[in-house]
C-alpha cells in the first residue's frame, strides 16, 4: 500500500522555522513529482511548493524567498523549510505525491500535519 507520512508540525512563533518530512513508501519515490499543500480553516487548499523528479521547483508567491521543497531520492523523503513564519502560514500542510502515465494518473496524498505559528 502506498503511504505518505508527514512530521515536523508544531507551534512556533512569528519569525521562526520549522522544517516539515514527508516519507514515502510504497511507490518508485523518484519517478513522482512531489508538493506540499496547506488548508487554513475556512480557506481552500492551496499548493505551497512543487518538486519534480529532475528537481525543479515552483513555489506560490506567498512563500518564495522563505520555503525551500527539497527531496532525497535515496531516503525516499520529501522536505520543506520554512522560515521568517507569520500567522498566515497557520495551516495543516499535506504531502502529495502525483504521477501521470499515459491513461493512467496516480495523486496519493498523506494525512496532514498543523502548523501553527503565533505568539
Known amino acids: 500500500q502506498v503511504q505518505l507520512v508527514e512530521s515536523g508540525g508544531g507551534l512556533v512563533q512569528p519569525g521562526g522555522s520549522l522544517r516539515l518530512s514527508c516519507a514515502a513508501s510504497?511507490?518508485?519515490?523518484?519517478?513522482?513529482?512531489m508538493g506540499w499543500y496547506r488548508q487554513a480553516p475556512g480557506k481552500e487548499r492551496e499548493l505551497v511548493a512543487r518538486?519534480?523528479?529532475?528537481?525543479?521547483?515552483n513555489y506560490a508567491d506567498s512563500v518564495k524567498g522563505r520555503f525551500t521543497i527539497s527531496r532525497d531520492n535515496a531516503k525516499n523523503t520529501l522536505y520543506l523549510q520554512m522560515n521568517s513564519l507569520s500567522p498566515e502560514d497557520t495551516a495543516v500542510y499535506s504531502c502529495?505525491?502525483?504521477?501521470?502515465?499515459?491513461?493512467?494518473?496516480?495523486?496519493?496524498w498523506g494525512q496532514g500535519t498543523q502548523v501553527t505559528v503565533s505568539s
Open positions: 502529495n505525491a502525483r504521477r501521470l502515465q499515459g491513461a493512467w494518473s496516480y495523486d496519493y
Open positions: 510504497g511507490i518508485t519515490f523518484s519517478r513522482y513529482v
Open positions: 518538486i519534480t523528479s529532475g528537481g525543479g521547483t
